[in-house]
């Protein structure tokens, strides 16, 4: 493989990349906790989208355990987001495993 065609192939890569982190930000991932009393959405970037909270638990007194459920559905819904980039960067790469590209959704 010549220089310039190596050259063509890493600028190519260069625009799937920029195209799939583009089209990353329309996608969306929720998590949740308790059961489905919390849940939160964020997209392939990583970027809370929304909340929600159903209201029963916003009555109660136990302002812990609420917190607790936030955290939890966050951690969840980026845990998908953060497997859905590295599926889609698996397909964007042909499932080559190339150093340093892979760390991108870590």
Do not use: C, Y
Request: charged letters at 25%.
């Amino acid at each position: 493989m010549d220089m310039n065609s190596l050259m063509q192939h890493a600028q190519q890569m260069q625009q799937k990349m920029a195209t799939l982190q583009e089209e990353l930000k329309q996608k969306t991932e929720t998590g949740s906790a308790g059961g489905g009393m919390v849940t939160v959405t964020a997209n392939g970037q990583s970027e809370i989208i929304s909340i929600e909270i159903e209201e029963q638990i916003i009555s109660g007194d136990d302002k812990e355990m609420l917190q607790d459920l936030i955290v939890a559905a966050t951690n969840d819904a980026l845990r998908k987001v953060k497997d859905m980039g590295k599926a889609e960067m698996s397909k964007l790469t042909g499932g080559l495993n190339i150093p340093g590209i892979s760390n991108i959704f870590s």
